[in-house]
């Protein structure tokens, strides 16, 4: 146990936290039970070890961390070690990638019953089905989802403003004012690029090679999260690589899943599970008709982010097609984004989006546009970068 506390001291004292997340006070902390999804690469483990900074001296016994990549748990369970935890006076146990341990639910189960007063906060993978998958936690754990930066967190990070999130209703009802606000301290679309290039990963803050890194963690996504949790054979591993691939470099679209399932070899049923699977995964975005859900056929395939987008085909790569998955992924995790009709690109909960380049001629009809490359809009015309303001 010593060996954990100093562990955690390290890694507290340690811990360079360049911005916070919103997501920090979104959290109900009281909470016993608290679960933090988010695919590899977020900063899940930065964001326990913040929480640990923000709420308990860093030599404080009541609030440890471990790791379930530690080898310590394949010999002893984590509810014994909660046990112990607890009865040394422990109040918070972060846990970080659950999922690493055998039967990890219902040790938490076990953790949760056999400890009462013990508060527990884990993290897994986006993959990971807390509720539907895992009856036992139904109706204790409560699950979060840390996303990627987004380009409000991006932009405070790069000049150490504090500039606030916005409500989409206020974006679009209120987007002059809160432009001319931004407006007045810093320059949105000099920043922009390099957010779409390389910004929704936290790791860009590491000294390596950005695309290098972001391949690595999207294999990573693929031979641990999508095998391991969803429990596919080994064999099948090149099938789901190269239908990622083959979704990647073809433009946003409906796919065609007779054509998939000849090019790797497999079922029309298997191609779309693993549609499903790399979509659970954040690495791609399956935007549905109003009306429609899985197991249909999506409307269209979009890579989960733009910095996906610049590390698989960046030779092939289209503005249009840059500005429109930005925007799905700025809204996707707390909007319903749909496909759009013959005049717009999506339908955010029931309301119409055109994404475009320059700004329309004509702007009087019932659809709000957000275009690319300028700074202040006016009515129904708002800034694209503003919808990087939503969290």
């Known amino acids: 146990m010593e060996s954990f506390f100093r562990t955690h001291a390290y890694l507290v004292e340690h811990l360079n936290q360049p911005v916070r997340r919103a997501l920090m006070d979104e959290i109900d902390w009281r909470q016993p039970l608290i679960g933090i999804k988010g695919t590899r690469g977020v900063g899940k483990t930065t964001f326990l070890l913040q929480y640990a900074k923000e709420h308990y001296n860093v030599d404080s016994r009541r609030c440890l961390y471990i790791n379930m990549n530690n080898f310590y748990f394949q010999g002893r369970g984590l509810s014994d070690f909660a046990r112990e935890f607890r009865s040394r006076g422990g109040e918070v146990l972060l846990i970080d990638q659950v999922f690493k341990q055998p039967a990890w639910s219902s040790e938490l189960r076990r953790c949760h019953d056999e400890n009462p007063g013990l508060r527990i906060i884990f993290t897994g993978s986006s993959v990971m089905r807390l509720k539907e998958e895992n009856p036992e936690l139904n109706g204790l754990v409560s699950s979060y989802n840390l996303r990627g930066f987004s380009f409000r967190e991006f932009l405070n990070l790069k ?3 504090n500039l606030p999130s916005y409500r989409l209703s ?6 002059e004012h809160i432009a001319r606000t931004i407006l007045e301290q810093v320059s949105p679309l000099t920043f922009f690029p390099a957010y779409l290039h390389h ?3 936290p790791f860009f803050l590491e000294h390596r090679n950005f695309s290098e890194n972001l391949l690595k963690t999207m294999n990573m996504m693929i031979e641990v999260d999508i095998l391991l949790i969803k429990q596919i054979e080994l064999k099948y591993l090149s099938k789901l690589k190269k239908l990622l691939y083959l979704l990647a470099i073809d433009r946003p679209s409906s796919p065609n899943v007779s054509q ?3 090019d790797i070899e497999t079922s029309r049923a298997t191609v779309i599970n693993y549609i499903k699977y790399l979509s659970d995964a954040r690495l791609i975005n399956l935007i549905y008709r109003p009306g429609e859900s899985f197991p249909k056929k999506p409307a269209k395939i979009m890579m989960h982010n733009s910095n996906l987008m610049y590390t698989i085909y960046p030779s ?4 249009s097609d840059i500005a429109e998955t930005f925007f799905q992924n700025a809204l996707w995790a707390y909007h319903d984004v749909r496909m759009g009709d013959r005049q717009s690109t ?5 309301q119409r989006f055109k994404i475009t380049q320059t700004e329309p001629r004509r702007s009087n009809q019932p659809i709000t546009y957000a275009v690319n490359d300028i700074n202040l809009g006016r009515r129904n015309v708002i800034p694209l970068w503003l919808f990087g303001f939503l969290y």
């Open 199 to 201: 910004g929704f990963y």
């Open 260 to 262: 998939l399932a000849l």
């Open 346 to 350: 999506f339908i955010v909960d029931g």
């Open 159 to 161: 000049t150490g403003l």
């Open 170 to 175: 206020d974006i679009i009802n209120n987007h």
């Open 316 to 319: 092939q790569m289209e503005d």
